[in-house]
């Protein structure tokens, strides 16, 4: 490899500090401007959102300066959802928590605010009136879905380094599947028909009675 540090054209090391010094978050992970540090690691910084959803909104930032997550080496993606995940768990622990909201805007139509990727995890209760992902469930004819799943799926799979699977294949193991509800739907029904879709026989808590399991029951299971 040549050219990398005297180069005369940018490199895109030369690049990328020209972006971090005209970026915030950069002067934060750098100790210039202050924040209130929660938790810091060789590779992410997590601090305190100053405008906060709810009390303990952490916002959890890679060191490194990326515009979006689909810059980042997966090495380091991986790092910060492993680190948002203990910190999610640390908000049920230490501030009561009865659950979080784990998300991250890519590209200011998404609502992102500040180019340096970061993850948002806002610790929620009951009634807290926030209505962090308030998308309205929308229909969705099912030649609509599968001309998407059509065009989506041979990306996804070439993303993962992956070859797609053939359509045939596709098929048959799509087809056994019930109609799913949306994640939305999923997350939000509270009365769920236990039968849709679940026959019992997949269950591995041995309950067997009732499938709905709200955020506060996964709370008390796992942090008693
Ligand atoms: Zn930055």
């Not at 750098?30 to 590779?43: H, L, N, P, T």
């Not at 790092?79 to 784990?102: C, R």
């Not at 890519?106 to 948002?120: E, R």
Request: glycine residues 8%; aromatic residues 4%; proline residues 8%.
């Amino acid at each position: 490899m040549e050219g990398d540090g005297s180069g005369m054209q940018p490199s895109p090391e030369e690049e990328a500090e020209a972006q971090r010094k005209n970026c915030i978050f950069c002067h934060i992970i750098s100790g210039q401007v202050q924040s209130k540090r929660i938790y810091e690691d060789e590779s992410c910084v997590g601090i305190l959102d100053i405008n906060p959803a709810n009390p303990g909104h952490v916002l959890l930032l890679p060191r490194e300066h990326h515009a979006i997550m689909p810059q980042m080496a997966d090495p380091d993606v991986r790092h910060l959802f492993v680190a948002a995940k203990a910190i999610s768990a640390s908000l049920l622990k230490a501030l009561g928590a009865e659950g979080t909201d784990i998300f991250v805007a890519n590209g200011t139509t998404a609502g992102q605010k500040a180019p340096h990727v970061m993850i948002h995890i806002i610790p929620r209760k009951k009634g807290d009136g926030i209505a962090a992902f308030d998308a309205k469930p929308k229909k969705a004819a099912p030649a609509e879905l599968a001309a998407i799943a059509a065009r989506l799926r041979p990306h996804a799979y070439r993303m993962m380094g992956k070859e797609p699977p053939a359509e045939k294949a596709l098929g048959e193991a799509a087809s056994p599947v019930p109609p799913q509800p949306t994640t939305m739907d999923a997350e939000f029904t509270e009365e769920k028909d236990t039968s849709d879709g679940m026959d019992g026989k997949d269950r591995k808590d041995g309950k067997g009675d009732d499938a709905t399991v709200g955020l506060d029951d996964i709370a008390k299971v796992l942090f008693r």
